[in-house]
Structure formats: C-alpha cells, structure tokens
C-alpha cells in the first residue's frame, strides 16, 4: 500500500480566495492524481500530475482554475484559485505505486468556500 | 451514459447477512478493477484489486468480475456493523480509476 497526507484536512475560505493543498507520500510513486469528491457524489479525475511537466486535465478542468504542481516523485499541490461556493468540495490525491495500477487515495482535503 | 453505474441505495441488512454489490461499466477498454470502501468524512480504502474476468477472495470479501456481461460485484460474508460505508467501484484501461457513484451499506445490529 501507500502511505497518503494531504495537508491542509480542511479548511473555510472565502469567495475569490485560492487555496493549495499537498500532498505527500511515503516513497516514490508512479503516477499522481487529484480527484475531487462533491457532497454526496462519487469522485471525479481532475487531472494527472506529471512530474516535471504541466498536468494532464480532464474535461471541464482547466490548469488557470487548478494549477497543479508535482515537483518530484512523493509530492504534489493542488491549487483551487478564484474560488466560489460550488468549489466546496473534499479534494482527494491518489497514486499507482509500481505497475499494478492499484490506486491508493489519501484522507482528502475538505473545503469549504463561503 | 455513464461509463460506470452503481446503484446508491442505501442498501439495509441485518449483521450475518451476506451482502451482494454491482456495478455495470460500458469501457471495453477496462481491464483492472477495484472496490473500495469509504467511512464517513475518511478516504476511500482500497479493498479488493481484480484484473480481467474472474473471481478473487480475501476474507470476508469476493470480488467478481465478468467481462462478457461488464458486470461486476463484491460479496460480504457475515456482514458487520463496521462495514456500514459507501463502497465504491471502478474500472481502468490503464489510466487513472473511473468511479462508480457509490453504494451506501447499513448493517444493523
């Protein structure tokens, strides 16, 4: 398995705000994901984070609204910039560890846009 | 359509029940499966990882998968209060999980 923080677990932002979140594994990782989980939803690929170079998104994300950052191969960033309400959401990273495409999830970062 | 359906319940039971999840998927293309589970305000927890058709079993839990009918379920055994949670499915061709909309399970005590 991996071991999966996010940091911050939760947090109440204001409208027209960004926030970042991290994400940190335990040992090196082959892929690294943002996911986003809406109340009562199920959860949906915001991107791939690849390192070295700029995310992949998914369709109705754009990179200037969730900038994406992936230094080396344990950390990531998530940034939600110009927020509004409908970006309250719980933020989740998830990574492959080697090549068994299993996919593991941290706790989630739970925001809240007032 | 959505490229993975999963009934959202809740789905109710009484402790020693046997629990029975599906989910359908329509991406041909899908080769690895995984159902996860996940407790209130908590990250989702892998719990069974399948590839291709078939049937795999750890515990109290069977995953099966079948490919033909792109069908594919997890079997509680004995059911515990504890497994009350979303479960989630999803399938892969290879890139990052496609999810299913999640099952909501209350086993009472």
């Known amino acids: 398995s991996a071991v999966i923080s996010q940091k911050p677990s939760r947090d109440i932002c204001q409208r027209g705000t960004s926030l970042t979140i991290q994400c940190q594994v335990d040992?090196?990782?082959?892929?690294m994901f943002w996911y986003r989980q809406q109340p009562g939803q199920s959860l949906t690929l915001i991107a791939t984070?690849?390192?070295?170079?700029?995310?992949?998104?998914e369709s109705g994300f754009v990179i200037d609204k969730f900038p994406i950052s992936r230094p080396n191969l344990t950390f990531s960033t998530l940034t939600v910039s110009n927020m509004s309400p409908e970006d309250s959401s719980i933020y989740l990273c998830?990574?492959?560890?080697?090549?068994?495409?299993?996919?593991?999830f941290g706790p989630g970062t739970r925001l809240t846009v007032t | 359509q959505k490229e993975v359906e999963q009934d959202p319940g809740p789905l109710s039971v009484p402790e020693g029940a046997i629990v029975s999840l599906n989910c359908t998927y329509s991406?041909?293309?899908?080769?690895?499966f995984m159902w996860y589970r996940q407790y209130s305000r908590k990250g989702p927890e892998l719990l069974m990882y399948?590839?291709?058709?078939g049937n795999k079993e750890d515990g109290r839990f069977t995953a099966q998968v079948d490919k033909s009918s792109k069908y594919i379920s997890l079997f509680i055994r004995d059911s515990q209060p504890s497994d009350s949670a979303t479960y989630l499915c999803g399938g892969t061709g290879r890139r990052a999980l496609t999810f299913g909309s999640g099952t909501r399970l209350q086993v009472q005590p």
């Open positions: 399948t590839y291709s058709s």
């Open positions: 991406n041909s293309a899908f080769q690895y």
């Open positions: 040992s090196q990782v082959t892929m």
């Open positions: 984070a690849n390192q070295g170079s700029e995310a992949t998104y």
């Open positions: 998830s990574v492959w560890r080697g090549s068994s495409y299993e996919q593991y």
